[in-house]
């Protein structure tokens, strides 16, 4: 039997919930302007772009590519302690948006600047679906 899960969670509200539930869904769906068409990230009540409230949740394609990234050896959270190294990587999708993330299923220092990745959904409690990446490659 497994440990309770002891990392930060995120607090869900009727703002974000519905990035959540996409994960959980397998989906990475993103917050789509009604009135501009941009795709927004992080999540807002606004579109930064027009200012409309105005929002449908889309469904983005999962894939992306690394625009940043770092492993951590430290343990900046007791929880962490049996994760380091971990990769940490600003990935940004086909569609636009940057989310920070980890990519995963290789050594963390094995990823670069400019990798093909794409989103894999990780349950990590009956709540919460965390999205992180993998290379495009490692299938
Ligand atoms: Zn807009």
């Keep these: 039997m497994s440990e309770p899960y002891a990392k930060p969670v995120p607090s869900l ?9 996409g994960c959980r869904a397998g989906e990475l769906r993103l917050q789509k302007c009604s009135s501009c068409g941009h795709i927004r990230y992080p999540i807002a009540a606004y579109c930064p772009q027009c200012l409309s409230e105005e929002a449908e949740w889309t469904k983005m394609s999962g894939r992306g590519t690394v625009f940043s990234t770092i492993v951590f050896h430290q343990v900046y959270h007791p929880a962490f302690k049996n994760d380091v190294p971990y990769n940490v990587s600003l990935v940004q999708l086909d569609e636009g948006p940057r989310l920070f993330s980890n990519v995963v299923g290789v050594p963390p220092d094995s990823v670069k600047v400019n990798d093909r990745v794409e989103v894999l959904f ?13 290379p495009v490659a490692a299938r």
């Design 13 to 21: 509200d009727d703002l974000n919930r519905p990035f959540w539930q």
């Design 122 to 134: 990780d349950a990590v409690t009956d709540e919460l679906t965390i999205p992180r990446f993998r």
